[in-house]
């Protein structure tokens, strides 16, 4: 019998479980996707995250780690799902909902319950404590319940999940006390016990901050384009203020959580987050402005050919969905334009309805201007030369000031930098 079981093998949940079987813990990873269960059983992984094709495989040869489609009997069951929101921004709690359905059926008294899943507040004993109850199981009397949010950051995901300190939230005191014991056995950060709601408010928060304080930073983009002013040297000389630290303006907010977090808020207090949703907005608008900056240039003929640079969400990762790039692909392509994406290191597909390529010469041949939308560590030397030869126009726009704007000036480039005037 497994002593832990974890639903959803995705970029938290698998390196959850794999850390806990190699931890010791008899684990049981469940996913829906027969496909990941396969490849889990022979001790492999899709995913592409640094250093998670070594630990899986390293679970696997313990022996610790087996996965199949739906749970079985276990101590503690740990709800990793994806909950997304709708495109009218609303929540989509379906995963979450049918995973409680799902242990619900294998629970015993005395078992523990984690959501680690990013949710609305309230979730954890409104629907997943509601539907253990609908089982004759009530949270704080017959199960465990609590709320421990993930909180890695994709790129560094197994190093953050053993050293980031760790928020507990109880159903009950007893509850928290219960999955400390857990958590211990391989987080090495600090762990703070409260309740499931204040846990539950506290990880949207988090992603929420982040939110509206690159807002703040592309709304100063946005006036020291109007003001004359270089906004990157602006942020560096506020930010040797011992109690100010601007982020980096760029192209928009990506990935499946800094964008989506805060709608969770918006969603259920639309009454007191006007600022929350005024955020969301300017980050989703820097797209639309760029195209506006480049085509107010006068050199980007109708029709013609947009090399984007960087589909990935953000620097040296492989995974574009809803990132930046992909949406000025689609602003772009609607205002008329052809569209190529390039990048290092995303999987050369079409993602989202837009096709990404590996070949950067491909990319840029013809292009009557470029676009660099995410700051991987290799664009950062590409010569002004690597462009002239391939591209037909000689414009670029820079959304993370990272090219070598010398070397494309000497190629005969005008460069665009976003927060910088023309
Ligand atoms: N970005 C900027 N300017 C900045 C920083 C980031 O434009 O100064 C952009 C990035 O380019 C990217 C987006 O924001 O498009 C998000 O990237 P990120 O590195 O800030 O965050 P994520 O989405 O990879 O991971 C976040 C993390 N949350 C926080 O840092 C508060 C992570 O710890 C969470 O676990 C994760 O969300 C999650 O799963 O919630």
Not at 64 to 91: Q, R
Not at 315 to 335: C, F, G, K, V, W
Not at 368 to 383: D, F, N
């Amino acid at each position: 019998m497994a002593e832990v079981c974890v639903l959803g093998l995705g970029y938290v949940g698998l390196p959850t479980a794999s850390v806990l079987a190699t931890a010791g813990f008899q684990v049981l990873g469940v996913d829906v996707n027969p496909k990941v269960v396969e490849q889990l059983n022979s001790g492999k992984t899709l995913l592409k995250e640094t250093g998670l094709a070594t630990l899986v495989s390293a679970a696997h040869k313990s022996g610790n780690l087996v996965a199949a489609v739906k749970p079985e009997a276990s101590d503690t069951f740990i709800i990793c799902v994806p909950t997304p929101v709708t495109p009218d921004h609303g929540v989509d709690l379906r995963a979450v909902e049918a995973a409680a359905r799902a242990i619900a059926a294998v629970v015993k008294p005395g078992n523990l319950v984690i959501l680690e899943s990013t949710s609305p507040v309230g979730t954890t004993r409104n629907v997943v404590g509601r539907i253990l109850s609908e089982h004759g199981l009530a949270p704080g009397q017959d199960v465990h319940l609590c709320y421990c949010p993930e909180r890695v950051l994709p790129g560094n995901t197994i190093a953050e999940l053993i050293n980031n300190d760790r928020i507990i939230g109880g159903f009950t005191r007893e509850s928290a006390e219960h999955a400390q014991e857990i958590y211990a056995r391989f987080s090495q950060g600090n762990v703070a016990l409260t309740d499931d709601l204040t846990a539950e408010m506290s990880k949207l928060m988090e992603n929420t901050f982040r939110d509206v304080n690159i807002a703040l930073a592309n709304s100063f983009a946005r006036i020291a384009e109007d003001a004359g002013v270089n906004v990157w040297e602006a942020i560096q000389l506020a930010n040797r203020h011992p109690r100010v630290q601007i982020l980096s303006p760029g192209p928009g907010v990506g990935g499946h959580c800094i964008p989506v977090d805060p709608w969770f808020f918006v969603q259920a207090f639309p009454k007191h987050t006007e600022l929350l949703k005024k955020a969301r907005e300017v980050n989703d608008t820097q797209a639309e402005r760029m195209l506006d900056r480049l085509a107010a240039t006068g050199d980007l003929p109708a029709g013609s050919k947009l090399a984007l640079l960087g589909a990935a969400y953000k620097a040296n990762i492989d995974d574009p969905r809803e990132s930046p790039a992909l949406r000025m692909a689609h602003a772009a392509t609607a205002r008329g334009f052809r569209v190529s994406v390039h990048d290092p290191h995303v999987e050369p597909a079409t993602w989202e309805g837009v096709p990404i390529g590996a070949e950067l010469g491909a990319c840029l041949k013809d292009a009557a201007a470029a676009v660099l939308l995410t700051e991987h560590t290799a664009y950062r030397a590409l010569s002004g030369r690597v462009f002239a030869e391939a591209m037909q126009g000689r414009l670029i726009l820079d959304t993370r000031n990272w090219l070598n704007h010398a070397s494309l000036r000497l190629s005969g480039f005008k460069v665009l930098v976003l927060g910088r005037p023309a």
